[in-house]
C-alpha cells in the first residue's frame, strides 16, 4: 500500500513529466531504423520513470560492447537532457517534506537514466537468483 502510494505521489509530481520525455525520445529514436534499440530503451525508461516504487534494477549478464557503445550514444543524445530533467524535478520535489522521498529516488535514478544499456528492470520480488540490485527505489 505504502509503495502505491509513492508511486501516485510520483506520478502527480513530476513521473508523468519524466515518462512523457522518454517517450518521446522513442518515438523520435523509432524514426530510424539504426536506432530502434535504442527507442525500445526509452519506451522501457518511460515505464519505469512512470511507476518507479516496488522495481529495481539489475545488471543483463553478457552485455558486451556494443552495450558500451550504445551507452556513449545514448549519453550524448538523450541521457544528459533527460537526467538534467530527473535533477530539476528533484529540486521541486524536495521543496516539500512528503517530496524528499521522491526526490531521493529521483537522484537514485541518475545512473540508469544516463546508461541504461546492459541493465533490466524487474518487479523486486522477482530478482533473478544470485544478483544483485544496482538500484532500489
Known amino acids: 500500500m ?47 520513470a512512470l511507476w518507479p516504487f516496488g522495481r529495481t534494477v539489475v545488471e543483463t549478464p553478457r552485455s558486451g560492447a556494443m552495450s558500451a557503445v550504445a551507452n556513449v550514444i545514448w549519453f550524448v543524445v538523450a541521457g544528459l537532457g533527460i537526467a538534467v530533467t530527473h535533477v ?24 540508469i537514466t544516463m546508461f541504461p544499456f546492459g541493465k533490466r528492470i524487474v518487479k523486486k520480488g522477482s530478482l533473478p537468483p544470485g544478483s544483485q540490485p544496482l538500484l532500489s527505489i
Open 88 to 111: 530539476t524535478t528533484a529540486a521541486a520535489q524536495a521543496v516539500t517534506i512528503i517530496g524528499i522521498p521522491l526526490a531521493i529516488a529521483n537522484i537514485k535514478m541518475l545512473p
Open 2 to 48: 505504502f509503495r502505491f502510494l509513492l508511486n501516485v505521489l510520483w506520478l502527480v509530481t513530476g513521473g508523468i513529466w519524466l515518462a512523457l520525455s522518454y517517450l518521446l525520445f522513442g518515438l523520435l529514436a523509432c524514426i530510424f531504423i539504426v536506432t530502434i534499440p535504442i527507442g525500445v530503451a526509452s519506451f522501457r525508461m518511460a515505464s519505469y
